[in-house]
């Protein structure tokens, strides 16, 4: 998910708007109502990126052990086209890249989907190459059990995250989904690295991916539409729309000059169209139930009921354990940055209690427990 995505005022003014626009017409939506069968899945954002360096193996490991439903790798493209998991193309904040002096001259500065960046880029590496780096805590001193692990593992491949979860399945006799998120559609497009067809081809080369839960996500519209026509040959595969700030455009939408926000995505029409091609809506966790000015819970939105009535499941993004993540109702007096396990499961049942149908947590322990 992007961290960057949804900035508080826009998810403020959300709040009431989603309110209003879904209490207007609900009963728009036709599709029979949607609603998963059994407990809400947790859904290991970036591994158990809480405790382990983010899109590692040590970090899906961790997640998997504890107890996480899937596991889910952001893909970005390579040089030579192999998908890597990174947050974004630019590595910047989550490997030791600033420390390679061989590397030091790929230093630049790019926009990606309308954002100016500076850093290193992962279509300027070979995978060759990015296999020498290692990767690094994003979030730094905030998760000091995870920054312990700086410099200890590799990037990886979307192949052998493949393999690995496979692997994991095998040795502790349950299935493992994935779900994926392919990252900047457009851009990577543009570029000539389409992701689209590359991880088709993944999947058609491995046994497990034909079979295990797996699910696309992407906050981009026209790719999701493509892949509903392509992947009529693996029944297992759903597709999921990530909901970005409601006051901005997804990067297709924008970069084709037309003019559709998001906050126009997720009325009952909205919610129906998307329900033409996706499985699931994907939205920020305070879409579903907002914050007002002090940072504490107001009343549900409804959109959850919108979105099952729609016929789309709904899996909220992101629960994470510490206090400055937290709604202020939940939070101790520990500082903003310390580790608040209780309230994390609280505030987790707060949203479970509106009939979500998964979760994303940076802590799936913790997840976990406010499941069960």
């Known amino acids: 998910m992007q961290d960057r995505s949804v900035s508080r005022r826009s998810l403020l003014q959300a709040g009431a708007g989603l309110t ?10 036709i599709a029979a109502p949607a609603r998963r069968k059994g ?3 947790l859904i290991a954002h970036r591994g158990a990126s809480a405790l382990r360096p983010e ?3 040590a970090a899906y490991a961790k997640a998997i052990q504890d107890g996480a439903d899937y596991v889910e790798p952001d893909l970005v493209a390579t040089k030579d086209g192999v998908l890597v998991a990174r947050h974004e193309n630019n590595i910047a904040e989550t490997s030791d890249v600033a420390a390679r002096a061989d590397f030091a001259a790929r230093k630049t ?3 990606i989907d309308g954002e100016r960046q500076e850093g290193w880029f992962t279509e300027d590496f070979t995978f060759a190459e990015l296999k020498t780096l290692r990767a690094k805590e994003r979030l730094g001193a905030i998760r000091p059990e995870s920054q312990s692990y700086d410099g200890a593992f590799q990037i990886v491949s979307m192949e052998e995250i493949a393999d690995f979860v496979a692997a994991e399945s095998a040795a502790r006799g349950r299935t493992i989904g994935l779900i994926p998120e392919i990252k900047h559609s457009t851009y990577f497009a543009g570029i000539g690295l389409q ?6 081809d993944i999947i058609g080369k491995s046994a497990y991916l034909q079979r295990a839960p797996f699910a696309i996500q992407s906050f981009e519209v026209a790719n999701l539409r493509a892949l509903r026509g392509r992947i009529g040959a693996y029944p297992n595969i759903q597709l999921a729309q990530l909901i970005g700030d409601p006051a901005q455009m997804p990067a297709d939408v924008q970069a084709a000059g037309n003019k559709r926000f998001y906050r126009d995505m997720l009325t009952p029409a909205g919610l129906s169209e998307i329900a033409s091609y996706a499985d699931y809506l994907a ?3 305070r879409m579903i139930i907002p914050v007002d000015e002090d940072q504490r819970l107001t009343k549900p939105t409804g959109l959850v009921d919108a979105a099952h009535a729609a016929g789309l499941l709904v899996s909220i993004w992101t629960f994470r354990p510490e206090n400055q993540f937290l709604a202020a109702d939940f939070r101790s007096d520990k500082g903003v940055s310390a580790r608040n396990e209780e309230g994390s499961i609280a505030e987790m ?4 209690a509106t009939g979500v149908d998964a979760i994303f947590t940076d802590d799936p322990a913790l997840g976990r427990r406010a499941i069960s």
């Not at 992701?195 to 088709?200: P, T």
């Not at 049942?349 to 479970?352: H, I």
Request: hydrophobic residues 45%; charged residues 15%.
């Open 349 to 352: 049942q707060r949203y479970l």
């Open 39 to 41: 407990p809400p899945l």
């Open 283 to 285: 939205p920020h966790v």
């Open 20 to 29: 209003a626009a879904l209490a207007t017409d609900v009963g728009a939506a």
């Open 109 to 111: 500065v790019k926009t």
């Open 195 to 200: 992701q689209e067809q590359r991880l088709i």
């Open 55 to 57: 899109h590692t193996l």
